[in-house]
């Protein structure tokens, strides 16, 4: 373990340089500056492509740093090619700071590009609402980034704007239609367009609008209000705007196998139901064509590289707490095609974004990974310990900078539960402790020492100071563990009602004593399982990312609680039951201290400036 | 003349086979098939840009059809050439089919090609609106059109969609601040952020949010309704969404001079008025730097190609009624070094779009056209004297298929006008008749009769019949137009009150016996022209395109009619005042049978079906 115990700032430079590799010292520089230092020696993204194997009509260049894999043409080519390994990246419940689950996968991939293997990244493109709310890289950080990053953060090659645009396309549709519907007799619909009327409920309106930002003015509206048009401008009712990395359109995206996929999907969305109880689909407004047509470019996955070289393909959607909150399954596939080793990253703890890798997206893959590393920080084990929780934006409590091996040991309660959900999957878990210059040696040791005991492989990893030289430890216990045969099992039968699975989510993976539904959700559940429309729908549950509880200020191994469903959405197109738990909304709001204030662009060369 | 008599389709056979392009023919199918076709042949992006003289650094790809230009460096390496010539294509009041000016525009570059000119086009990229509710492409149509055409369609290189992100973060940091300033004191504010209060006054808020659809469910709306968070739901207030390129953002695309322009035109937006009646700006609201973040690739110009192979410079916004609706001044600029012919567009007819092209664009741009191409149909002239007003999506009237040399004549009055116009600004107008196969002889006839009285040069066309080879009598005159000394001068001095410039607009341009204000209106333009701060703004009319007058079902040239202005709006940041002159709305509607119900994907090849 000597090649990771922490390196002099000496002799961490002569390492560097010795591998080539020339980055910006992380605890001189902000991320930003890293980054963009490191954009004047990076590779373009046709020497990235010729490097992965991808012929040249196989990449899509989007300026000369960035491009799309046009997937399908790849996996024909390959299709008989074993795959290389699969691991993912989950962590323990994270403080509201994070706790660097991106930066540990690139760090991760950094280390295996440093031992010689062929590897890859994919990891999920950042939404506009943390991006402009709370400072910090969704890209990683320190010595473990991608690039270009302000690109990147930013509208990239232009995904979540498709996915936009495709959802709130379908709410046109069914305003207008509403309106039309409102407005004319059967026989004057017809006429008109050749239309049957669809009797839509206007109090079982599923579907709300979205917009890729944090914006709580919007979460709860009325539309159609008539300002002098009478009855042409729409149709009177409570709408809302959910966050667009929260749409069906998105999880859809993570999901689909491929174009086809994607479009008998996209048909089947549920926007409403009707007069009598029947679902109203995106097919029956007769636009899911069409919201596929914005689509077909966003089904290619991205393509850009680490600090140090390596691909990184970026596809879907972020949130695993209010969405699946994975990378997609197209870009796994063609990454498992093209690498020996692909290190995918699932949202937030192995509550909220293992469970759904492991019972959701490998579910409709096929795929099974041969390892998960489980992030963990000091800083949050002592927040599980009972420090203060710290907050985005405000000064770090002095709690997280003295030691105190005793907060560490308690969350480790915490840790440890989150290694029991992945042995739980069947698969080998390897704990990353994702170092940070304030922890100490014996805090380090006790969580070592913990981990070990309970079975599992744990490597200290300094690839936040030291980039991929500093994530050897991490690359070997992954390539290690990766030797070991994978049992990897559903945690439910897709046989079993949902109320029956919740309550094995709840019980198992959460640690509640049961589940408490409301009225609305219970007689929902009832109504869907007593369709059999419903009946090969997966679960996606909503719950905060915060705590294994439904209660956010709850740390540690919550005991003697009850998740509390208090509404259950159906996600026709997904095929998703989704019950939201706790006071969770797909809208979260911009505080008073934004960090849009700080951001700004130097228009001689026209870089963003306060990004990160 | 004999060269562009109407050619039989097997002498245009050979024509087209002789000059080495091959396209299908445009009477027997439809544009997207002509243009799905011919873009199996294209260029790729890289030998368009090579062709055009720029170095491969200055070309950034997005796929291998479509590009950016880095206008910047090629703005520096070129500063000193001298500019080719400058063409607007400008039309006739139009019919709701509109009359063929993109098309017209398409062809004029395919003719110039034709006879060995170097030469551009810049339109305008299409709104998501129009596209999804009206069958047909903003591309051309026929054999005039510019290609790769669905991903030029749909979302292209993202800037609408950046246009919209800048323009809803506004809005998001708005509300919230409202919110924030509501729910604490003084004193809390400025210890949680460090901010004033801003006081902004919730009954003034002038900014809607923005969406690229035709949305009138979004028209007027109540945000900020409490969903059970209490005060942490947003202000209560209402609110709207306006289609995105009307937005202010896409006005200042448009006519920024470079980054470092628009970064400061962005700062300057109005977004309401405090309880003093002081603006708020973007500024004050501390967003207009991540607004501009949001832009810095939307700055350049995009680049696709003509069917035959000709630069076509695609670039902010349409909709010259309810905005600027002019390409964009960078992309002028770019294509005016690279080109000895460039032929840009301005929206609608001349009285709306050219007007803006006179007094706004080029006053901003410095430039001076050369000449202006005015696009007439017998189709909208027959409307204009007296046939049934065609309407989309519905068959045309059995009028337009018979001949009718006196609803013709009569017509000619409405194109009269506008030729009136293009002199009145002192450049040599060419009147291009855009030929349709049910146009007879004896029509055509009538109508160079007219102008050619009118000391017009007129040009039939047939570039939507035989591409290029059928314009170049439109090419020829339009090259002969360009060597008369242009005599360029504004309509009215800037400095000139507010008042009396709409006036001069009202009666000069649209006919008007003079102007009537509603109550709001007259009082803000007396505030507006009281304040020093609005002494340098331009004058940007809102009126509909459907009529001279501000009443869209008066045809030919109305008489006898006051212009009624009812709201004045100010755009600090593009430096605009906006009166909006009847009864005209800033979000259109979808009608009962919107094009989105006929476009699909092909999930085999990615292609979409349907579009046009």
Same mark, same amino acid.
């Given at each position: ?8 700032? &000496? ?13 910006? =010292? ?71 700071? @994070? ?27 950042? *939404? ?25 953060? /930013? ?43 669809? #009797? ?19 979460? #709860? ?8 048009? @009478?009855?042409?401008? @729409? ?34 969305? !549920? ?29 290619? %996955?991205?393509? !850009? ?45 192995? =509550? ?14 096929? /795929?099974?990974? =041969? ?7 000091? &800083? ?23 030691? #105190? ?8 309660? #915490?840790?440890?539960?989150? !290694?029991?959900?992945?042995?739980? *999957? ?10 940070? +210059? ?20 744990? $490597? ?17 216990? +992954? ?10 099992? %559903? ?14 989510? $709840? ?31 997966? /679960? ?58 700080? !951001? ?13």
């Amino acid at each position: 373990m000597s090649r990771s115990d922490r390196c002099s700032l &000496r002799e961490r430079k002569v390492v560097l340089e010795e591998a080539g590799i020339k980055t910006l =010292d992380p605890t001189k520089y902000p991320d930003g500056d890293i980054a963009m230092d490191a954009e004047k020696r990076m590779k373009t993204v046709y020497e990235l492509a010729d490097q992965m194997g991808l012929e040249s009509r196989e990449l899509l260049p989007y300026g000369h740093y960035m491009g799309k894999i046009d997937a399908a043409p790849v996996l024909n080519r390959l299709g008989k090619k074993p795959d290389g390994k699969y691991i993912d990246v989950t962590a323990i419940t994270p403080t509201p700071l @994070g706790e660097g689950k991106s930066t540990t996968t690139i760090g991760l991939v950094q280390g295996l590009g440093r031992r010689g293997k062929r590897c890859s990244a994919a990891i999920r493109q950042p *939404s506009g609402g943390p991006t402009m709310g709370i400072k910090g890289s969704a890209a990683g950080g320190g010595r473990s980034q991608c690039i270009p990053l302000s690109q990147y953060s /930013l509208g990239f090659t232009g995904d979540i704007n498709a996915v936009q645009n495709a959802h709130n396309l379908a709410m046109v549709a069914l305003t207008a239609r509403m309106q039309h519907e409102r407005n004319y007799s059967d026989e004057k619909l017809l006429a008109m367009s050749g239309m049957d009327r669809l #009797n839509i409920d206007p109090t079982r309106v599923e579907m709300g609008w979205t917009m890729d930002y944090c914006c709580q003015a919007l979460r #709860n509206i009325i539309i159609g209000i008539d300002g002098g048009n @009478g009855s042409r401008d @729409g149709y009177m009712m409570r709408s809302r705007f959910d966050i667009t990395v929260s749409s069906e359109v998105m999880a859809i995206l993570a999901i689909a196998a491929d174009l086809a996929d994607l479009r008998a999907r996209i048909g089947r969305i !549920i926007v409403a139901f009707d007069k009598f109880g029947n679902p109203v689909t995106t097919s029956d407004l007769e636009v899911a064509g069409a919201m596929t047509a914005w689509l077909v470019e966003a089904v290619k %996955p991205n393509l !850009i590289q680490t600090l140090e070289g390596q691909p990184v393909l970026v596809h879907a959607g972020p949130f695993a707490n209010i969405a699946i909150g994975q990378s997609s399954i197209i870009a796994d596939r063609v990454a498992l095609k093209l690498s020996d080793y692909h290190v995918t990253e699932s949202g937030f703890g192995a =509550d909220v974004g293992y469970e759904k890798f492991w019972n959701l997206k490998c579910h409709y893959s096929g /795929l099974a990974p =041969d390892a998960a590393v489980v992030v963990a920080t000091i &800083r949050a084990l002592k927040c599980h310990g009972g420090a203060p929780v710290p907050r985005p934006g405000k000064k770090l409590p002095d709690e997280y900078t003295r030691e #105190n091996v005793e907060w560490v040991e308690k969350g480790c309660a #915490n840790l440890l539960h989150h !290694i029991g959900v992945v042995k739980k *999957s069947g698969v080998s878990p390897v704990v990353c402790i994702n170092a940070f +210059v304030s922890d100490t040696k014996d805090e380090i040791r006790k969580v070592k020492e913990l981990c070990e005991a309970a079975g599992a492989r744990v $490597a200290l990893s300094r690839h936040w100071e030291c980039g991929g030289e500093g994530a050897l430890e991490l690359a070997d216990a +992954v390539t290690d563990a990766c030797e070991e045969k994978s049992r990897f099992t %559903p945690l439910y039968s897709w046989d079993m009602s949902m109320r029956k699975r919740i309550e094995t989510v $709840a019980r198992e993976i959460y640690g509640a004593d049961g589940v408490d539904y409301s009225f609305e959700a219970s007689s929902r559940l009832k109504q869907i399982e007593n369709d059999p429309a419903f009946a090969d729908f997966g /679960l996606c549950m909503v719950k905060t990312h915060l705590s294994l509880s439904d209660n956010p200020s709850l740390k540690g191994v919550p005991k003697g609680w009850r998740l509390k469903v208090g509404d259950v959405l159906t996600y026709g197109g997904a095929g998703f039951i989704v019950p939201v738990a706790g006071s969770i909304s797909l809208m979260p709001g911009t505080g008073s201290n934004p960090s849009y204030r700080r !951001i700004d662009v130097d228009t001689a060369t026209g870089r963003v400036k306060g990004l990160f």
